[in-house]
């Protein structure tokens, strides 16, 4: 028991013992100095008189000695002894690396007091003036000394008082002890300074025992949580739980913090005012002596408003915030997650491809506030349609793309773009009382038939969609690799086509057309033709889309129109001066809003008289951007040219709209004309379309008269011109002046040729 013990207390001592040395007494030099200086006499009077320090050595003394070299061991502390008028410092201290009382040695040491920190001496001296003056019992300092005199400051608790004075009382010698308390000095400081930062900190800290009871709260705490340190002290820590967390969340937070000593993470508590706060957790274990009754040590930050701004920022990343639907980039991580599924499980994917049909022409005449509203009716019905369990989302203007996963292949795809074109068959609501119907083209691509990245199945889509778009719209279309060969050779025509009209190549022919009740040719209509060099005869219906979207159709439509006047103007010189010519005219080219000038310009360059001319342009055309157009169309009319509308029956104007434009003729779809004599509803329409537009005082032609019977219906129900096969195929400028010329009037019969 005893050598344990003493063992111990050399352990713990040893370290102190080391850095203490010895006691000061510092003060008392520049004390004596001060007090005594106009007192030589006295002080050489001193000298002569002081008696050795050398301690007594009688038997009776050995004992008292041995008491205090033990007294000396096991207290740590020093003992010091200052002669005042000689001012030297005798220190003695037992020999720390003595293991037992016997082993003792006592050190001792002569010399000068040692530094104490300029800091410190001031209180120094004033102790020690207190205690010499008699004013204090005792001299008592905690101050910082070198005492090893190597620069190293140790902190050291001196006590003494005197114990020897001169005859007229002054004091000669004063002794003490003192010790090294350096590291619980520093531990103090520690502690006071960690309770500081505690109380400072923007983070809630608080300290729970071992029953997860609360033991203390910083301000921050009692700011985060609402409650206030008396409120809480004492409490369990369940008290701020959320129910948001289930049982398995907590169970896995104390296995956490038992293995590790520590767990971090986001944990919603519940404020005294019953809001519920998003925390980011803290919590370090601090063991205690016996491991079993440890500390937690939680610091919280209140991170509610920095997750919400988080998801705010999440939200405007991924989400279109006009429609709320996934925006692109939310779209491209899905579709790639949904293909590294399909991968695993063998499963398909499918794209489509949404684009509404001229959404553009009805954002730029009802405004664009409408056509987001449109817009949004349009998202919800998609995502209606398809159900919540697939991806719908906005890329761009009116392109809405759905991501279907879980899907059996194309047929079920098909079947959804099927779903989706019905559901647009029912106008959609946008507000009060306003309606109107839009119809989707839908491009699909399917993984892995069609392509394995989200990009190329992306990329198919869209090409998918334009083959939708360009097999009349309101359809939906499989991607097919002939798609993209379309396409290609599409780039390589349109650029070929940009060469034509300086290479020559474009030419235009004629194509009669017959007046059933004068029976003569009262003029032909002027058709493009393109003979590349690389590809041969390209038909209009080709190339004239091409020159549209390229905006090269204004250069070719300009020049059609004055080749056709020039052909004309031949022709009138030829003495046929009662001739008219009709020429196609171009979506791009009207709503330029300058074809009147255009128009005008050519009428005076070529001399032919504006009555003798002829635009056609088709329903689509018009009705594309109707009040504008009208404007156009009016210019144009009171140049004195005549206006048709071409392809009549093919799209949606109604014949009272038509009313309201400056027309003057109208050509029957030669789809109509086709079935005459073998449909009765392309009968009844054919002839419909006749009154209706002789009660309109416009002229009728039907386009595409290939057989008599065809013509002879359309002479019975008083359609007034004819143009088709039957008459005449298109010719050059040539041919036709002679077609025109041996044309026998009043046969009824085209003249062989
Ligand atoms: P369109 O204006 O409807 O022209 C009539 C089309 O029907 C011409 O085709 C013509 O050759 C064809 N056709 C004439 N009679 C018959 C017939 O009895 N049966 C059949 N099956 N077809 C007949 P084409 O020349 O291939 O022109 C196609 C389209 O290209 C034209 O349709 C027109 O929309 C456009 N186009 C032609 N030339 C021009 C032009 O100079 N400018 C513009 N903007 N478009 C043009
Ligand atoms: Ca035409
Ligand atoms: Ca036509």
Same mark, same amino acid.
Not at 162 to 172: A, I, K, M, S
Not at 253 to 265: A, F, I, Q, V, Y
Not at 308 to 321: G, I, K, M, S, V
Not at 417 to 441: D, K, M, W, Y
């Given at each position: 028991?005893h050598?344990?013990?003493?063992?111990?207390?050399?352990a713990?001592?040893?370290?102190l013992?080391?850095?203490?040395?010895l006691?000061l007494?510092?003060g008392?030099?520049?004390?004596a100095?001060?007090?005594?200086?106009?007192?030589r006499w006295?002080?050489?009077?001193?000298?002569?008189?002081?008696?050795?320090?050398?301690?007594?050595?009688?038997?009776?003394?050995?004992?008292?000695?041995?008491?205090?070299?033990?007294?000396?061991?096991a207290?740590?502390?020093?003992?010091?002894?200052?002669?005042l008028?000689?001012?030297?410092?005798?220190?003695?201290?037992?020999?720390?690396?003595?293991?037992?009382?016997?082993?003792?040695?006592?050190?001792?040491?002569?010399?000068?007091?040692?530094?104490i920190? =300029? =800091?410190d001496?001031?209180l120094?001296? =004033?102790?020690?003036?207190?205690?010499?003056?008699?004013?204090?019992?005792?001299?008592m300092?905690e101050?910082?000394m070198?005492?090893?005199?190597?620069?190293?400051?140790?902190w050291?608790r001196?006590?003494?008082?005197?114990? !020897?004075r001169?005859?007229?009382?002054?004091?000669?010698?004063?002794?003490?002890?003192?010790r090294?308390?350096?590291?619980?000095? $520093?531990?103090e400081?520690?502690h006071?300074?960690?309770?500081?930062?505690?109380?400072?900190m923007?983070?809630?800290?608080?300290?729970?025992?071992?029953?997860?009871?609360?033991?203390?709260?910083?301000?921050?705490?009692?700011?985060?949580?609402g409650?206030?340190?008396?409120?809480?002290?004492?409490?369990?820590?369940?008290?701020l739980?959320?129910?948001?967390?289930?049982e398995?969340?907590?169970? *896995?937070?104390?296995?956490?913090? *038992?293995?590790t000593?520590r767990?971090?993470?986001?944990i919603w508590?519940?404020?005294?005012?019953?809001?519920?706060i998003?925390?980011?957790?803290?919590t370090?274990?601090?063991?205690?002596a016996?491991?079993?009754?440890?500390l937690?040590?939680?610091?919280?930050?209140?991170?509610t408003e920095?997750k919400?701004?988080?998801?705010?920022?999440r939200?405007?990343?991924n989400y279109?915030?006009?429609?709320?639907?996934?925006? *692109?980039s939310?779209?491209?991580?899905?579709l790639?997650?949904?293909?590294v599924?399909?991968?695993? !499980?063998?499963?398909h994917?499918?794209?489509l491809?949404?684009d509404?049909?001229?959404?553009?022409?009805?954002?730029?005449?009802?405004?664009?506030?409408?056509?987001?509203r449109?817009?949004r009716a349009?998202?919800?019905r998609?995502?209606?349609t398809?159900?919540?369990?697939h991806?719908?989302?906005?890329?761009?203007?009116?392109?809405?793309?759905?991501?279907?996963e879980d899907?059996?292949g194309?047929?079920?795809?098909?079947?959804?773009?099927?779903?989706?074109?019905?559901?647009?068959?029912t106008p959609l609501?946008?507000?009060?009382?306003?309606?109107l119907?839009?119809?989707?083209?839908?491009g699909?691509?399917l993984?892995p038939?069609?392509?394995?990245?989200?990009?190329?199945?992306?990329?198919?889509?869209?090409?998918?969609?334009?083959?939708?778009?360009?097999m009349?719209?309101?359809?939906?279309?499989?991607?097919?690799e002939?798609?993209?060969?379309? $396409?290609?050779?599409?780039?390589?025509?349109?650029?070929?086509?940009?060469?034509?009209i300086?290479?020559n190549?474009?030419?235009?022919v004629?194509?009669p057309?017959?007046?059933?009740?004068?029976q003569?040719?009262?003029?032909?209509?002027?058709?493009?033709?393109?003979?590349?060099?690389?590809?041969?005869?390209?038909?209009?219906?080709?190339f004239?889309?091409?020159?549209? =979207?390229?905006?090269m159709?204004?250069?070719l439509g300009?020049?059609?129109?004055?080749?056709?006047?020039?052909?004309?103007? !031949?022709?009138?010189?030829?003495?046929?001066?009662?001739?008219?010519m009709?020429?196609?005219?171009?979506?791009?080219?009207?709503?330029?809003?300058?074809l009147q000038?255009?128009?005008?310009?050519?009428l005076?360059?070529?001399?032919?008289p504006?009555h003798?001319?002829e635009?056609e342009?088709?329903?689509?055309v018009?009705?594309?951007n109707?009040?504008?157009?009208?404007?156009?169309?009016r210019?144009? *009319?009171?140049?004195?040219?005549?206006?048709?509308i071409?392809?009549?029956?093919?799209?949606?104007?109604?014949?009272?709209?038509?009313?309201?434009?400056p027309?003057?003729?109208l050509k029957?779809?030669r789809?109509f004309i086709?079935d005459?004599?073998?449909d009765t509803?392309?009968e009844?329409?054919?002839?419909?379309?006749?009154t209706?537009?002789q009660?309109?005082?416009?002229?009728?032609?039907a386009e595409?008269?290939?057989t008599?019977?065809?013509?002879?219906?359309?002479?019975?129900?008083g359609?007034? !011109?004819?143009?088709?096969h039957?008459?005449?195929?298109?010719?050059?400028?040539?041919?036709?002046?002679?077609?025109?010329?041996?044309?026998?009037?009043?046969?009824g019969?085209r003249?062989?040729?």
């Amino acid at each position: 028991m005893h050598h344990p013990s003493v063992a111990a207390i050399l352990a713990t001592a040893s370290p102190l013992s080391s850095r203490l040395p010895l006691m000061l007494l510092a003060g008392a030099v520049l004390l004596a100095v001060i007090a005594i200086a106009t007192r030589r006499w006295w002080q050489a009077w001193l000298e002569a008189q002081r008696p050795p320090l050398e301690p007594p050595r009688s038997e009776s003394l050995r004992s008292r000695d041995e008491r205090l070299k033990l007294a000396l061991w096991a207290s740590g502390e020093q003992f010091w002894d200052y002669d005042l008028v000689q001012r030297k410092l005798h220190r003695m201290r037992a020999d720390e690396n003595a293991v037992q009382s016997a082993d003792i040695t006592v050190l001792t040491r002569h010399g000068e007091v040692p530094a104490i920190h =300029e =800091e410190d001496l001031p209180l120094v001296m =004033e102790r020690l003036r207190l205690h010499l003056q008699g004013k204090a019992p005792l001299f008592m300092s905690e101050h910082r000394m070198d005492v090893q005199g190597n620069g190293t400051w140790v902190w050291v608790r001196a006590r003494g008082r005197v114990v !020897e004075r001169d005859d007229d009382g002054r004091p000669v010698r004063i002794a003490g002890t003192a010790r090294d308390i350096t590291v619980s000095r $520093n531990a103090e400081h520690e502690h006071r300074i960690a309770g500081e930062v505690m109380r400072s900190m923007n983070e809630a800290v608080a300290v729970l025992d071992w029953a997860h009871q609360f033991v203390t709260i910083n301000p921050a705490f009692t700011r985060i949580t609402g409650y206030a340190e008396e409120e809480i002290i004492g409490q369990p820590m369940t008290m701020l739980d959320s129910d948001q967390h289930e049982e398995a969340f907590f169970e *896995r937070m104390n296995r956490e913090l *038992r293995l590790t000593g520590r767990w971090s993470g986001e944990i919603w508590k519940v404020r005294k005012d019953g809001e519920e706060i998003l925390c980011r957790i803290e919590t370090n274990v601090v063991p205690d002596a016996s491991g079993e009754r440890p500390l937690y040590v939680q610091v919280l930050t209140d991170i509610t408003e920095q997750k919400r701004a988080e998801q705010e920022l999440r939200y405007l990343a991924n989400y279109d915030t006009l429609t709320s639907l996934p925006n *692109r980039s939310l779209l491209s991580e899905r579709l790639s997650r949904a293909i590294v599924r399909a991968r695993r !499980e063998h499963g398909h994917v499918a794209v489509l491809f949404i684009d509404l049909d001229r959404f553009k022409d009805i954002n730029d005449s009802l405004g664009h506030a409408t056509g987001d509203r449109i817009l949004r009716a349009a998202a919800a019905r998609v995502q209606q349609t398809v159900g919540t369990e697939h991806t719908v989302a906005r890329l761009s203007g009116d392109e809405f793309t759905v991501v279907l996963e879980d899907i059996d292949g194309m047929r079920d795809a098909e079947g959804i773009a099927q779903r989706i074109i019905q559901a647009f068959r029912t106008p959609l609501n946008f507000g009060e009382r306003l309606e109107l119907a839009v119809s989707p083209s839908i491009g699909i691509s399917l993984y892995p038939e069609h392509a394995q990245v989200p990009t190329e199945l992306l990329k198919h889509a869209d090409t998918a969609m334009y083959q939708a778009k360009a097999m009349g719209r309101h359809t939906y279309q499989v991607y097919s690799e002939s798609m993209d060969e379309k $396409n290609r050779h599409r780039a390589i025509l349109a650029s070929a086509l940009r060469r034509a009209i300086d290479r020559n190549e474009l030419s235009l022919v004629f194509q009669p057309r017959l007046s059933i009740s004068r029976q003569r040719v009262t003029g032909a209509e002027a058709l493009l033709r393109w003979d590349s060099k690389e590809f041969g005869m390209v038909s209009p219906a080709q190339f004239i889309p091409l020159a549209e =979207e390229s905006g090269m159709i204004l250069e070719l439509g300009a020049w059609a129109l004055r080749e056709a006047c020039l052909t004309l103007r !031949e022709w009138h010189e030829a003495g046929l001066e009662e001739l008219c010519m009709a020429v196609n005219v171009s979506a791009t080219q009207l709503q330029r809003g300058d074809l009147q000038t255009v128009v005008a310009r050519t009428l005076e360059e070529t001399g032919i008289p504006a009555h003798r001319l002829e635009l056609e342009l088709t329903e689509s055309v018009i009705m594309a951007n109707p009040e504008q157009n009208a404007d156009t169309l009016r210019a144009c *009319r009171r140049l004195g040219i005549s206006l048709a509308i071409d392809d009549f029956g093919t799209g949606y104007s109604s014949l009272a709209y038509l009313k309201r434009l400056p027309l003057t003729t109208l050509k029957i779809d030669r789809e109509f004309i086709s079935d005459l004599t073998h449909d009765t509803d392309d009968e009844a329409i054919t002839s419909t379309i006749i009154t209706m537009g002789q009660s309109l005082a416009l002229k009728v032609v039907a386009e595409g008269v290939e057989t008599y019977d065809q013509y002879e219906f359309l002479r019975n129900h008083g359609c007034d !011109e004819v143009q088709g096969h039957w008459v005449s195929q298109a010719l050059t400028a040539d041919q036709c002046l002679r077609f025109i010329r041996e044309y026998y009037p009043g046969s009824g019969i085209r003249a062989a040729s």
